[in-house]
């Protein structure tokens, strides 16, 4: 167990509250069971991920539901974020980015904007410019430390990590439980990469899952209680994004 520093008891009893709200084996079920893209919006609205979806519209394309989750991450973090002492705060608040991260390497390994990114208020500006110009764009944005990752090798979120550090306070005992969280995250991450394109995901984000959830439980009244539990918040999104965008892909609305 890390360090129990008493000046995360704000933040602690407002992330168990959280933390005992997420969806569970039967909202996954129903979610899983239901088809229609409009049926699966009410479903969710009745559940623990209301939250998550009251901005949408009653037939969302793939962009919007994309921009209305990486929009609702960023608000999230920012809520997690003011709850924690001071000296944590801006390290928890970098957390933001990593909704960007994958959309990042692609830019900086010479990929091709894609069209919402050119909707996106972050990366916008970048993608306006040319190629070659994109990591100065970036240097006169909030995620200018991440310019660095559009040099060789093009690691960006390594770049990300290295700057996160960079935030934490000194002292080993906090520090120690989240770089244990940084390891076991690239090794999932790692696990995800090389999967063959036909394969299922779902046994290496389920041990993904887990491990968050033991370092909740093993590290209250730390930083890294916050940091796991934006890990199991992180999860959830993805398989809440992943229905709805299955869903938008294959939707046909009834006629009229």
């Given amino acids: 167990m890390s360090h129990i520093d008493p000046a995360f008891a704000y933040s602690q009893a407002r992330l168990q509250a959280r933390y005992g709200a997420r969806p569970r084996v039967a909202d996954w079920s129903q979610i899983a069971a239901t088809a229609d893209l409009g049926a699966l919006l009410q479903v969710l609205r009745a559940s623990p991920l209301a939250g998550w979806t009251g901005l949408l519209g009653s037939r969302p394309g793939v962009h919007e539901i994309e921009g209305r989750a990486r929009d609702e991450w960023l608000r999230r973090v920012d809520e997690v974020a003011s ?44 993608v306006a ?48 439980p989240i770089e244990a969280l940084i390891r076991m995250t690239s090794h999932e991450r790692r696990l995800l990469a090389q999967l063959p394109d036909s394969a299922r995901s779902t046994d290496t984000l389920r041990d993904l899952e887990r491990r968050f959830q033991l370092g909740f439980r093993r590290h209250p009244l730390s930083p890294a209680a916050a940091v796991a539990y934006l890990g199991l918040l992180a999860l959830d999104l993805r398989r809440m994004r992943g229905a709805l965008v299955t869903r938008a892909v294959h939707d046909v609305p009834a006629a009229p």
């Fill in 83 to 126: 709850w924690q002492p001071e000296a944590w705060r801006k390290g928890i608040l970098w957390l933001r980015w990593i909704a960007y991260l994958p959309a990042l390497q692609k830019l900086a390994r010479g990929g091709r904007a894609q069209a919402w990114m050119r909707d996106d208020a972050v990366l916008g500006p970048i």
């Fill in 129 to 176: 410019r040319e190629p070659r110009e994109r990591a100065k764009a970036l240097r006169r944005t909030q995620l200018a430390p991440l310019a660095r990752g559009f040099q060789p090798p093009h690691e960006m979120a390594a770049t990300w990590t290295m700057h996160w550090r960079q935030f934490w306070p000194s002292r080993d005992a906090d520090r120690a």
